[in-house]
């Protein structure tokens, strides 16, 4: 991967247009409305409006991240193919600081960070006597999440970033160093703590409805993950049990088969389910970055899935790998994770009608020869797809983390470094989702089980690229170079190359070329931060 330095590039959307509204940011955080420029208080009245704040942040501040960017890195790590050219930069690991969507999920995550503060700093001054404490404390609550979810996307692909707690704190000095990543992870730390102490707890039960927010269990999880990162094993691990002793969250499907199974997880009926830790909730209002846009993108470039101009469909296809070799026999995810010729989808509706069979022969997405499925619900069809819009976009939700990945970080946490373990605990984690997946259960289990089931499990999640860089980086460079990062056509090979001014696995991407021109002092090595 193209990386020229750890120290070179940083930008922020520090303040929005008016306080708390969620469809734009100001490129300069020092054009600023005045702080009490609108006032709210009569608007945050009741818990309701109170409750409704954190909305916006559970879809259209994720977009730019999540239309195409996030699925770009599935194709850095090589679970994706595409030669599209605004997406597969990092397919032959020559992304740099100029790619308009690594600008894209950029901005996406300083607009959450950003409106995570506003609430955190601004909202308690602004609601009226009626507003419930723990209607407020739960907004608030959500906000430290969001911040702490911007900042661990941040870190992993960025490294060393600003931290910015409250943006006035820099309304007269717009240059702004960076901070270690040392630091970057405690403030992430604090504010999933922070969120455990302030949200709600949950059942998580069948009426889905009530699933959408996040909860002390979602912080919980979230920061498991952030401990599995740091490899503090006992932590993670404690974390860990407590979400799965909680009883708040199962494996769809764990229990209920053959009702429900893998397939029913990214189906629109199935939006916030048992297993849904956190997941963007998307809902289509006609205006363009509201929705779901991974059926266009992920079905065939015919537009058979969807009911879009097919001139922008299918922009992502599998890889030869993912195709050919990643799933064995007899695992039951392959069919809803990757669609290759001859597989049948008796009950999806395509533009040509009811049912799907997978073509051999044919371009179906980038020329990969198949199609990815998940994600893929086809045509508008009421109950079954929900609405679609003017762009061809859905309401079915994106996982950012579910209770598969918990139970899978559980049984690294127990295995904490270590060559292999037959404990019991961790064995019982990863053969629940091995269970669901049709699989035989593991007897011990090493590190690399793991990390081929997270890869077989999250395939198409976003999660493989950090994975490969959370491991020792010679290893990831054996794995990345060997693959097969081409369409069906050609099998093409390219190296990882990495910047010199690492001594670990960094998988740091360019900040946006545009941005270090705002703020030379960004050029410096990062400064520790003073935590208030």
Known sequence: MKKKSFLNRYSLLLLAAAFLTFGSCQDDFTDRPSEDGISLDSYYSTNDQVASATNGMYSRTW????????????????????GSSDVSGLRTFALNGSDPELVNGWAALWANVQQ???????LAARVGPGVDQNVLNNTIGEAYFMRATAYFDLVRLWGPVPIIENPLDYTSNPYINTNPVDDVYKLIVMDYSKAIELLADKNRGTNYANNGHVSKGSARALLAKVYLYQKDYPKARAMAEAVINSGEFKLLGGDQLPSKSFADLFTYGNNNNEESIFALQWKGDGAYGSANNCNTQFGFQDGTLS?????????????????????????LRKHETVMV???????????????????????LAQGSGGGIKKYCIGVVNGNV???????????????????AELLLIHAEAVLAGGASTSDGSALNSINAVRKRAGLANLASVTFDDIFLERRKELCFEGDYWFDLGRIDKAKAIAIMSAQNRGDRYAERHYTPVYSEDHATNDFYMDYPDNEVAKNPKLLQAPVPYTFK
């Open 307 to 331: 009911t879009s101009n097919a001139s922008y469909a299918g922009v992502f296809g599998p890889s030869q790998e993912v195709i050919l070799s990643l799933y064995g026999a007899g695992d």
């Open 385 to 403: 797809t929900g609405p679609i819009d003017g762009w061809a976009m859905m309401d079915n939700n994106t996982y950012v983390m579910r209770y």
């Open 116 to 122: 995570s503060n506003m609430i955190i700093n601004f």
């Open 63 to 82: 977009f730019q991240m999540y239309n195409k960017f996030w699925w770009a890195l599935e194709v850095g790590s090589g679970n994706m193919y595409s």
């Open 341 to 363: 010729a001859g597989d049948t989808y008796p009950t999806l509706k395509t533009t040509q009608g009811t049912g799907l069979t997978v073509p051999a022969g044919k371009d």
